[in-house]
Nanobody
Framework: VQLQASGGGLVQDGGSLRLSCVAS????????MGWFRQAPGKEREFVAA????????YYADSVKGRFTISRDNNKNTAYLQMNSLKPEDTAVYYC????????????????WGQGTLVTVSS
């Protein structure tokens, strides 16, 4: 499986961005999709995950109510809609797929995209 993340950029405090992650290779629809982020000087952290059916989204407390994860299995694509962005959301965002027992653990995912940079200015 290969993953291509896109949609990052520079946005002002309070703005919005939508990230996309396109998968190629093996059956995308069977995977759980996760989004993680890594800010400069910090460890990678969980952002959101969604199971293969799209029916069970799961969010980090820090983004709950502001970010929405979704997926379109017909397009082999997952999305992360990010609203009310804050400077502390600045990070490289990574998408990942796998069959995690615990969706918030990055070690549980098998395939990773290259990352897309999100910068939120104050």
């Amino acid at each position: 499986v290969q993953l291509q993340a896109s949609g990052g950029g520079l946005v002002q405090d309070g703005g919005s961005l939508r990230l996309s992650c396109v998968a190629s290779g093996r059956a995308f629809s069977s995977y759980t999709m996760g989004w993680f982020r890594q800010a400069p000087g910090k460890e990678r952290e969980f952002v959101a995950a969604i199971d293969w059916s799209g029916g069970y989204p799961y969010y980090a407390d820090s983004v709950k109510g502001r970010f929405t994860i979704s997926r379109d299995n017909n397009k082999n694509t997952a999305y992360l809609q990010m609203n009310s962005l804050k400077p502390e959301d600045t990070a490289v965002y990574y998408c990942a797929v796998g069959w995690p027992s615990i969706p918030l653990l990055d070690a549980e995912y098998d395939y990773w995209g290259q990352g897309t940079l999100v910068t939120v200015s104050s």
